[in-house]
């Protein structure tokens, strides 16, 4: 992988990512207030755990589960 971003992994397993990429235009309307850009950056974080979701699923059965005391 070139790099650890969601979008990367995502694409390297062929898992459909976010169709709503955030812009820094985007933040800066937000944080004044603007609910359709602040609507767009909900929409974009269900995406980004949607996907994270399905990563985790595929990866889980790969890593070691560390020994707990609980």
Do not use: M
Not at 9 to 17: L, N, S
Not at 28 to 46: C, E, M, P, W
């Amino acid at each position: 992988l070139r790099s650890n971003r969601l979008a990367v992994i995502c694409e390297f397993f062929g898992i459909e990512a976010k169709t709503h990429p955030l812009t820094p235009d985007v933040w800066q309307r937000a944080s004044t207030g603007n609910q359709k850009d602040l609507d767009f950056i909900y929409v974009h974080n269900l995406e980004d755990v949607v996907s994270t979701k399905k990563v985790f699923h595929l990866l889980e059965g790969y890593v070691n589960k560390a020994k707990t005391s609980i």
